[in-house]
């Protein structure tokens, strides 16, 4: 009798444990779009030609640390502007959503200059919105893990 009870519970965990693994279709697609663009990132905000753009809906905010909202394509474009030229790289730790619509980035990152010296790291949380052109940033806001200077 013991054996069937712990065959029985053995059996319901192993049902739960998978069906908690299942994964959605539709935000492997979503993670596999975001990892994509955000490859590019940095290659496009360097051009300083307006091409980082093309990474956020018309409607975007950025949201960066120590400063009011920016919103809006143009004045998204104005922030980028002769922006340092610097590497980005993203380390996606989570997304979540059901990837109909909106997706939520939850990431890492590491920024360097072009010779590869480390400025900064941080954190990232960025809401994608599913669009006509694919997968675009929503709302993207960001901050060092390093101590504001004095």
């Avoid at 590019?40 to 960066?64: F, H, M, Q, V, W």
């Amino acid at each position: 009798m013991k054996t069937m009870i712990a065959f029985a519970m053995l059996m319901a965990i192993t049902l739960i444990s998978n069906g908690q693994i299942k994964k959605n279709p539709l935000l492997e697609e979503a993670r596999a779009a975001i990892e994509a663009s955000n490859a590019i990132y940095s290659d496009l905000a360097n051009k300083n030609d307006g091409s980082i753009l093309t990474r956020y809906t018309e409607d975007a905010c950025l949201l960066p640390p120590n400063a009011a909202p920016v919103c809006g394509k143009e004045n998204i474009a104005v922030f980028f502007k002769d922006g340092p030229k610097v590497h980005s790289r993203f380390i996606v730790q989570h997304l979540y959503g059901d990837a109909k619509e909106f997706v939520t980035e939850e990431s890492h990152y590491e920024m360097t200059d072009i010779n590869g010296n480390k400025l900064d790291e941080g954190k990232v949380v960025v809401i994608w919105k599913k669009t006509s052109e694919g997968w675009k940033m929503y709302r993207d806001m960001f901050s060092s893990n390093r101590p504001v200077s004095k």
